[in-house]
């Protein structure tokens, strides 16, 4: 195991149960701002389509609007400046997305492996210097679509560093317990980069957009140096108490189960297990001291056992991770369709809305994730339904984005009202695979305590989900400039995701449904 963090050590100490307390707040506070960070620095290219291809009639250029046609394209920056524009812009979706898919399936694995603290200070450093390389192509007045696409792909690829390192930190400090409601308010952090990252991208876009890459990426790259001296990625790591993952009435233990001294070897050879403190106490010179440091099958949760990586096979074979894998490949097809895309769709449907506007009101989108992500965390976590309350949600989302799309640009209270609500139905099953159902599958109970196999079960549900991000967004750049009809297929086809979403989950809501004793026939 890695050493205390410098930063933590130069910290005033806090002993008994509010220094349990405190780390855990500090910790999911501190793993917000840094996934929020990754979203801010992700979601400038949605802000910046607007501007890299518009209409350049009546564009105010250096204080004075030039009458021009409607089709010229003076203000546009080439190679964007053709009428393939859409299909190139989508290229750099699926450059960024494939590589973050293909990065995420590694990085489950290193993660396992190194310490979490050095995997994701390196990722958000290099995630911020290569989001502001894309940024300096507009002052260094760069026209090569090479560049853009190699440097997406990069970006994607060291972005992926992000998820499976912050969601094991999380699920190693907190249990089973609540964590859907945790995990709900948690995942918020989703939502707030991408409003962070359409709100300051959006100050620059008009006027120079290459800052609204290189604000989000200073601002990333100065949270990993602050992750390199001051993130605990394990209670263990600083003597806390380990959390209950098998939401059990056992209390957590602060045995450390990772030895770095002979007083921490002497102490976990000595310790009896909660079978034994429950004897009389004139069997207590009977207790023998039980061996803890192998890979046994105990299932005593306050038994430490050395924690070991898993296969990609192993992890695949625990109850759910397929199904839910691939609900998220369809789910993340549509919510990373909005991401990319929402700014430009809404610049396209209400034109006198401009880019900033556009980038501004895309926001609310978000606004409704965030709600989303608590309540179907809430519901899940009172339900114990976790598949149930993803199935209800994505089929109330499938015709609130027909509406939407119908009816969303005719006033902007509409507009409002309805963004809000596609991503309150859209964002919430998200939220809810990608925080708690990876955990709680990260931590089942077959894998024996081994908390390690997070950050693999992690990285293989979401790393599935992200091929379906990088699908959508390309789809979107083919299919929007097919035609006047061409953004009503996109969102024909976002509602047919969603379907499928639902049609995968089926046997899970089936077996939800019988063990809850609903549809049982009466005797």
Not at 74 to 96: H, K, M, T
Not at 416 to 444: E, K
Request: net charge neutral; proline share 5%; charged share 10%.
């Amino acid at each position: 195991m890695a050493s205390i963090p410098l930063g933590i050590r130069l910290l005033p100490t806090v002993n008994g149960e509010k220094r349990n307390i405190s780390y855990r707040i500090f910790i999911l506070i501190f793993t917000f701002l840094c996934y929020a960070s990754y979203h801010l620095s992700r979601k400038p290219i949605s802000v910046v389509k607007s501007v890299l291809h518009r209409n350049c009639s009546n564009v105010d250029h250096h204080g004075r609007v030039i009458p021009v046609t409607p089709n010229s394209t003076w203000c546009d920056w080439a190679p964007f400046d053709g009428d393939n524009s859409n299909s190139l812009l989508g290229y750099l979706d699926v450059a960024f997305l494939f590589a973050y898919a293909v990065g995420m399936f590694f990085s489950g694995h290193i993660a396992e492996r190194i310490s979490l603290r050095y995997f994701l200070s390196a990722g958000m450093i290099i995630s911020g210097f290569l989001c502001a390389l894309f940024g300096l192509g507009y002052f260094w007045n760069i026209h090569s679509l090479a560049f853009f696409v190699v440097v997406q792909a990069a970006a994607g690829f060291f972005q992926s560093t992000g998820w499976p390192a912050v969601v094991a930190c999380v699920g190693n400090w907190y249990g089973k317990g609540r964590r859907g409601l945790i995990m709900g308010i948690w995942n918020s952090h989703t939502s707030v980069g991408n409003i962070l990252g359409s709100i300051i991208p959006g100050i620059f876009v008009s006027y120079a957009w290459g800052w609204s890459f290189i604000v989000p990426g200073l601002i990333i790259g100065g949270l990993g140096v602050l992750v390199f001296f001051f993130l605990v990625p394990h209670p263990a790591d600083v003597g806390c108490e380990l959390p209950n993952h098998q939401g059990t009435d056992s209390k957590p233990t602060n045995i450390n189960p990772y030895p770095r001294s002979a007083a921490d070897l002497s102490q976990l050879e000595s310790v009896q297990t909660y079978d034994d403190v429950k004897q009389s106490d004139s069997d207590l010179h009977e207790l023998q001291p039980k061996p803890l440091l192998d890979k046994t099958s105990s299932s005593d949760p306050l038994v430490p056992r050395k924690d070991f990586a898993i296969s990609f096979f192993r992890a695949l074979r625990i109850p759910g991770v397929i199904e839910f894998s691939l609900c998220l490949f369809f789910a993340k097809l549509v919510s990373y369709t909005f991401l990319f895309w929402l700014p430009k769709y809404i610049d396209k449907t209400t034109p006198s809305y401009g880019a900033e506007k556009s980038a501004d009101l895309s926001t609310l989108f978000d606004v409704g994730g965030i709600a989303g992500g608590i309540l179907a965390g809430v519901i899940s976590d009172h339900s114990g339904a976790r598949a149930t309350t993803c199935f209800i949600m994505l089929a109330l989302a499938a015709p609130m984005m027909y509406v939407y799309n119908v009816y969303g640009s005719l006033t902007f209270t509409t507009n409002v009202v309805l963004l809000m609500s596609c991503g309150l139905l859209v964002n919430g099953p998200y939220a809810l695979i990608t925080t708690a159902v990876s955990a709680d599958l990260g931590t089942h109970k077959s894998l024996q305590g081994n908390a390690r196999a997070l950050a693999t079960v992690t990285a293989i549900i979401d790393g599935t989900g992200s091929i379906g991000a990088a699908l959508g967004p390309l789809l979107t750049g083919l299919i929007s400039g097919t035609g006047s009809d061409g953004w009503n297929y996109v969102f024909y086809m976002l509602i047919a995701a969603n379907v499928f979403a639902m049609i995968l989950l089926g046997r899970l809501v089936y077996k939800e449904f019988r063990s809850c004793g609903c549809g049982r026939p009466t005797s």
